[in-house]
């Protein structure tokens, strides 16, 4: 991190921790510009970006199962070459429908994760702690509650199963 830093003549000192110098080579680096976004602005498009690792927020990862599904199941025996035939056929059969009813599932994942995250927001903040001050406003956590709201939060089960 330290041989970036120089290269990139930023300053730091020698007893900065990981962290900060991890911050300093954020604040440093420039967001990348790809040639694809660039052009889909000046068309009128909004580019957004995936979240990494999150292919279920993507519809084309649907289409492309239900495509690799059918080719397994009806095509198995075929050639290599008739299979990119076969694929390019499926692929074009494909309906508005289809890409509909794959574009609403994801959307119905992402307000899974919004609601989610609500949820895990509302009970990280009962559990934020004042330092320095001794009341709590009679809001006793144990580790055994804290236990129950991330079971709850992470699986989704009703209180009354834990309790």
């Not at 056929?89 to 508005?96: A, M």
């Not at 009341?135 to 699986?155: A, C």
Request: aromatic letters at 12%; hydrophobic letters at 35%.
């Amino acid at each position: 991190m330290q041989d970036w830093l120089r290269e990139y003549n930023v300053d730091f000192t020698p007893d900065n921790t990981k962290v900060e110098l991890l911050s300093l080579i954020k604040r440093t680096q420039s967001e990348k510009i790809y040639t694809i976004d660039e052009m889909l602005k000046a068309a009128g498009h909004i580019v957004l970006r995936l979240p990494p690792y999150h292919p279920d927020l993507n519809p084309i990862e649907l289409v492309w199962a239900d495509v690799k599904n059918n080719l397994a199941s009806n095509y198995i025996n075929s050639s290599s070459d008739n299979k990119i035939t076969i694929i390019t056929r499926l692929f074009s059969e494909l309906t508005p429908e289809k890409w509909q009813n794959c574009d609403d599932h994801v959307q119905k994942i992402e307000n899974q994760y919004g609601n989610h995250d609500m949820r895990f927001d509302n009970v990280i903040d009962e559990l934020i702690i004042n330092v320095g001050n001794e009341s709590d406003s009679g809001k006793d956590m144990e580790i055994e509650d804290i236990f129950y709201y991330y079971y709850y939060l992470t699986i989704g089960r009703k209180w009354t199963l834990l309790v």
